[in-house]
């Protein structure tokens, strides 16, 4: 039975490369090992009103991911150039 369209589903990227009824069998386990049922969960409870920066808040805690900014994040220019340092610190996270 063919599922729903969704960013968070391999099988459409999958046929891509693979023939459908290969897709059709490896999309699910690689789906579950990298959570993407769960994030599409996650990302159909948000509201659909929220601003970017209100979305981003509510998905990061969702996720349990967590963000220290050095320095004054009020310095951050709203337009121009910006050089972002992170260290990754959860391979989940990636």
């Known amino acids: 039975m063919p599922r729903a369209s969704s960013a968070f589903r391999f099988e459409p990227f999958l ?3 693979v023939p459908p009824a290969v ?4 999309a699910p386990p690689l789906e579950h090992v990298l959570w993407l049922r769960r ?5 159909a409870s948000l509201s659909q009103d929220l601003s970017p920066a209100e979305f981003a808040a ?10 220290e900014a050095a320095g004054a994040v009020a310095d951050i220019p709203a337009h121009g150039p910006l050089v972002i340092v992170a ?4 391979a ?3």
């Open 15 to 17: 046929s891509r490369f």
């Open 23 to 26: 897709a059709t069998i490896i």
């Open 39 to 43: 994030l599409e969960q996650g990302y």
């Open 58 to 67: 509510h998905a990061l805690d969702m996720l349990k991911v967590r963000f």
């Open 87 to 90: 260290k990754h610190g959860s």
């Open 92 to 94: 989940g996270t990636r």
